[in-house]
């Protein structure tokens, strides 16, 4: 008998000593690096090229741009490599280089670094950031001053300016690898090996599905004093891991995790929540063909003034806030106040709409929680609470990737679902005009509002800043008032951190600036 | 006589062997090819806008953009032409760009591959060891209280779902206990070794990376422990059920009667008269592992087949998904093959079969 046990205690035997092997290898001191765990979106290092969020956050610790966002105020661009001024029609802008500012290679940075850079993306075709440049004309002055123009007025100019897909590249040394102004450019693969940029990082290695590792650039002459000098950004997708690796000190900032996951942190952990610039709402499709009793106005109406804001908003956890229009909080424009239920305005709504009892159909993605609000939840309560001001829903979930194509297509009569900015400017809602993309979706065509669609025109057109406000907070009223949209909630961005680190401050494109954060 | 057996091991071009090995092969890459067409049939066939997908809102609103990407990636050419593309591609060792990363997938399943390999290969013979070692204990204690603790121990590993393991263990182990590290393949201090193998233990050993190769083993831990629960439950039991069936043969008990015991009886003659069956529960495991190891892979960011599966998938990344079907594909092929071959080594009946 003892000879069989010895079978045993040798499998187990194998077992434990894989065991002492792990307890054998303790993680090396890494006192002057910093680990930040997200899920990764991330398939370039080339700046020109990205346009995914890792991507961004990569970047924006590489290159600099012309402009910048101070700290999470996304309202107003400030001077970035440059500094700009604008012609009174808002279609000249002229930029002026900082002296003595020097690539990573000590080189220093002219304007032709910011003619080639911009041109470069505005060249090639095949880069999801190319529409940024649509346009746009870039024009040297000269040594240390370029001047960018648009056919029309573009006071959204200066914010595409922060993209970190417009950073300025270092054109000697990209060209000398393979870059160009147009679709022949091949510097991608070079600049996957190594950056190119004046930040206060350089590339190490890079990793598209891992990590990414981010030295210090030792030559680098900005603002910034960087407190890590070692960056590694890991790929952990899950974010119950990513709470356990902060916890457990194996990383330093969690960014993915949901309000739930916040609110059990253990002692010890800081904690940065903010509003999203993401904004969930529901969409009530204005096509009488597609949508049949949704396309009745006052059936909107009756939606709009059925729903109980907060209780809905206690779905989504910490950060996140009613939302107060198409237009989420850190935005030009933004309204101050959300809607507030009104039985009695619902009522009344429903019944001018002529509404009988027939089910309606909501649709929504079920796999894909947006800043950690799972959408089965939000609908379940959106259907008991319509139930109780008399709007029958059915509930019709399905995976993201088979729902998107109804939503772009303009097939949903009702749904949920998202909306993000593509860069940092009150201008990326404006597709939510009659008869622009988003409108289309719901089945509203420009014919349908002519005021709205008026609205929106000022808001692209305006002139200087104080018009361009209120021209947006106007488009938001109106569609507030009488859009197919239902804006329910903006959810909270919640970016975690050990308690020694500081300066964390979200954006709604690079998520957070790298070079801010700073021990304590 | 004694030259007999020699003789029929000289495998010439017309030995059965040898022609059992070809109808094998060309079965193979029959059933290669087949897979090939199911996973470009069913990427193409998933409802949704893959290019929407990949661009983002703004870049797809873009014609320019969406032309260039189109026009760049052939998918302006009729399926038919397109499968026809694919297929001369793997030719050349091309399986395409992959709409989420924009690499080459050869290239991003080069190094998810050996990741997952890694894992599963101590994974199955973590799970081998123990699960023979307690089901021959249970079978050989039939009835007895250490063959119970063995049965529930096996029901428990087959019953806890792997993902609620793996994050639990992982909560113990790491951040109560701290004796094991953290997610990932290496600590974040570390860089990986020079890339031989693709198995960070392997290439840290040959770069002679001690510090290295005892991180990553570390770090390969937990994974391996959550991935061998259930294998070790299922050849477990499966062990003993064989293992019993074996001890009633007459063989064994010939064995016996002339005096065998212990190793010489359990080796010699219960083992290996149960090794066909195990044999095929340990091949299947095997490829279940290389294919299915999503959830802890997510747990444990792991870079491996799984994560890059689940994340082709989601993101309607088409050339990924057909590359994973493809790596699929070939792993149980391999699986399947390599277990015939095994058959007829351990079993010379088959062998003649």
Known sequence: ?520 | MGNTPRATRRYSARSPLVGYLLRRLGTSVLLLFGVTIVTFALANLVPGDPIAAALGEGAASNPATVEAYIQERGLDQPLPVQYVNYIGGLFQGDMGVSLRTAQPVASDLSKAVPATVEIALLAIVVSLGVGVALGSLAAYRRGKLSDQLVRVFSLIGLSIPTFWMALVSFNFFFLQLRIAPGSGRLSPALAPPPTVTGFYTADALLAGQWVTFTDALAHLMLPVFVLSLFTIGLLTRFVRTSVLEVLDADYVRAGRAKGLSGPRLLFGYVLRGASLPILTIVGLAFGTLLSGTVLVEAVFAWPGLGSYAYNSATSLDLPGVMGVGLVVGVVYLTINFAVDLLYGVLDPRVRLA
């Not at chain 1, 259907?383 to 772009?408: K, N, R």
């Open chain 1, 1 to 520: 008998m003892r000879t069989k046990f010895r079978y045993v205690a040798a499998a187990f035997g194998l077992t434990a000593s894989l065991a002492l092997a792990g307890c054998a290898a303790a993680a090396p001191e890494v006192s002057d690096s910093i680990v930040i765990d997200t899920a990764f979106t991330l398939e370039t290092s080339d700046p020109g090229r990205n346009y995914v969020p890792t991507g961004y956050m990569v970047s924006k610790a590489l290159y600099e741009t012309l402009l910048d966002f101070a700290g999470s105020d996304e309202s107003t661009p400030v001077d970035g490599l440059a500094t700009y001024e604008s012609n009174d029609d808002a279609t000249v802008f002229t930029f002026t280089l900082k002296d003595g500012r020097v690539f990573s290679d000590g080189s220093a940075i002219t304007a032709d670094d910011v003619v080639f850079s911009l041109n470069r993306v505005a060249g090639m075709t095949e880069s999801k950031a190319n529409f940024l440049m649509n346009g746009i004309t870039v024009t040297k002055v000269d040594d240390m001053t370029v001047e960018l123009s648009t056919e029309t007025p573009s006071l959204k100019l200066p914010a595409l300016m922060t993209n970190p897909s417009l950073a300025i590249l270092n054109s000697a040394l990209v060209i000398e690898n393979g870059g160009t102004t147009d679709d022949s450019d091949a510097a991608e693969a070079f600049l996957n090996e190594t950056s190119a940029g004046s930040g206060p990082y350089i590339l190490d290695t890079v990793n598209f599905e891992s990590q990414v590792v981010l030295t210090e650039n030792e030559n680098y002459n900005g603002d910034e004093d960087i407190d890590f000098t070692r960056v590694v950004i890991r790929n952990v997708s899950e974010a119950a891991t990513q709470k356990i690796n902060l916890e457990g000190n194996d990383s330093q900032v969690a960014v993915d995790l949901s309000g739930d996951q916040v609110a059990s942190l253990s002692d010890g952990i800081n904690v940065f929540s903010t509003p999203s610039a993401q904004t969930i709402f529901l969409l009530i499709n204005q096509s009488e063909e597609v949508g049949g009793m949704t396309a009745n106005p006052d059936f909107a109406n009756a939606v709009r003034y059925a729903l109980d804001y907060p209780a809905l908003l206690e779905l989504a956890g910490a950060g996140s806030e009613q939302a107060t229009g198409v237009i989420p909080p850190s935005f030009l424009g933004a309204l101050e106040n959300g809607v507030e239920q009104d039985l009695d305005v619902a009522a009344a709504s429903l019944e001018a709409s002529g509404y009988d009892g027939e089910s309606i159909t909501l649709e929504y993605p079920n796999d894909y929680p947006v800043g950690g609000v799972s959408f089965t939840p939000l609908a379940e309560r959106i259907q008991s609470q319509l139930a109780d001001a008399g709007i029958t829903i059915e509930l019709a979930p399905a995976p993201f990737t088979t729902q998107i194509d109804s939503y772009v297509n303009g097939t949903e009569a009702f749904s949920i679902w998202f909306w993000g900015p593509d860069y940092a400017d009150s201008a990326n809602f404006l597709p939510f005009s009659a008869g622009q993309k988003v409108g289309l979706r719901a089945g509203w065509t420009a014919e349908q509002d002519a005021d709205v669609v008026n609205l929106a025109a000022a808001a692209e057109n305006a002139t200087n800043f104080d018009e361009r406000e209120t021209a947006f907070s106007n488009f938001a009223e109106a569609l507030q008032q009488r859009g197919p949209f239902v804006p329910l909630i903006v959810p909270g961005s919640n970016i975690a951190t050990a308690s020694y680190i500081d300066g964390v401050a979200y954006n709604s494109t690079w998520t957070m600036d790298i070079a801010e954060l700073q021990a304590k």
